[in-house]
């Protein structure tokens, strides 16, 4: 298997409903930039829309590094 095994969309759903809590970075298992996302309510919404742009684009890793490419 290519990538991570934890699920796109459901990664791109996170990010767009509580991504200022910094949710998807959790699923992905990224506590500690999770709960900096959690403090600054998402670096204000900006490392949000970073983060979203980086899921569509295919460039989103998890915590082990591996990229968030399964749609299913």
């Known amino acids: 298997m290519y990538g991570s095994p ?4 459901t990664l791109f ?3 767009i409903i509580f991504g200022w809590l ?3 970075r959790f699923y992905v298992g990224k ?5 900096l996302m959690l403090v600054s309510l998402g670096g204000a919404g900006v490392w ?4 979203l742009a980086l899921i569509l684009m295919g ?3 998890d915590g082990d590094g591996l990229p ?3 749609w299913v």
Request: charged residues 20%; positive net charge.
């Open 6 to 9: 934890e699920n796109k969309l």
């Open 13 to 15: 759903l996170l990010c």
């Open 22 to 24: 910094g949710l998807h």
């Open 31 to 35: 506590k500690l930039t999770g709960v």
């Open 48 to 51: 949000m829309m970073v983060d």
């Open 59 to 61: 460039r989103f890793t």
């Open 68 to 70: 968030v490419v399964q």
